[in-house]
């Protein structure tokens, strides 16, 4: 069965402070891979997704994910975090189903 | 402009009331999804569907209904509501083929059932 696991349930950083944010999936086949955001009181959006071609990808506003396929993972960092970053992060895999990690809670202080 | 549509955003009912929450989207998406999600936490699949007259269970057991009779519109309703079901309710679709699935959310609707 399809699973996605999310390092770390609650981040706090300094504004400027790099981030790392891990994802880890289980599937043996072909995958999709995405990135949400939810920011406090919003819809979930589309931060950035994988489907094919370089595992670097870049999504919206300055965050950026790597697909290491032999670790089953897909990290999203950004080198420089400010408040308006402050959210809940949701990895998601396009396996079989679609199917979201636990999520991970940002807080940034200014 | 193509979007999804969920109303209402907030909805307050008493214990044994049958409610139905809308959802629509205006771009033309054959699958359409329905997720519970308790404040800060997960998203639990609750049902989902590939197109017209289809409608499937999802991971999370759930004591709702949906129909899908057109493209653009997958409602859910509780005949009964109860305080367990006091949570927020999340829509939202995704093309079905073989080149993208990424998925678009609603706004929303937050229930309590008091």
């Known amino acids: 069965a399809q699973s996605v696991s999310q390092h770390n349930h609650h981040v706090i950083l300094s504004e400027a402070a790099s981030l790392e944010l891990g994802c880890n999936y289980s599937?043996?086949?072909?995958?999709?891979l995405f990135w949400y955001v939810q920011y406090p009181g919003q819809h979930l959006q589309l931060l950035l997704k994988?489907?094919?071609?370089?595992?670097l990808v870049k999504g919206i506003k300055g965050f950026e994910a790597e697909f290491i396929k032999s670790k089953f993972s897909f990290n999203l960092r950004k080198p420089s975090v400010q408040w308006s970053d402050t959210a809940e992060y949701f990895c998601?895999?396009?396996?079989?189903?679609?199917?979201f990690g636990p999520g991970t809670r940002l807080s940034v202080l200014p | 402009e193509a979007d999804i549509y969920q109303t209402p955003r907030y909805l307050v009912i008493g214990t044994g009331k049958k409610i139905t929450l809308e959802c629509s989207q205006t771009m033309g998406h054959d699958k359409m999804y329905w997720y519970q999600q308790d404040p800060g936490m997960e998203l639990h699949l609750i049902h989902y569907?590939?197109?017209?007259?289809?409608?499937e269970k999802g991971d999370l057991s759930s004591e709702s209904t949906v129909s899908r009779i057109r493209t653009e519109h997958f409602p859910l309703t509780l005949e009964s509501a109860r305080p367990s079901h006091t949570s927020q309710y999340l829509c939202?679709?995704?093309?079905?083929?073989?080149?993208?699935?990424?998925?678009?959310f609603g706004p929303g609707t937050r229930l309590t059932v008091t």
């Open positions: 599937y043996g086949g072909t995958v999709n």
């Open positions: 939202a679709s995704s093309e079905f083929g073989q080149t993208t699935y990424e998925q678009y």
């Open positions: 994988y489907f094919s071609g370089d595992p």
């Open positions: 569907s590939y197109g017209v007259n289809s409608t």
């Open positions: 998601a895999v396009y396996g079989q189903n679609f199917v």
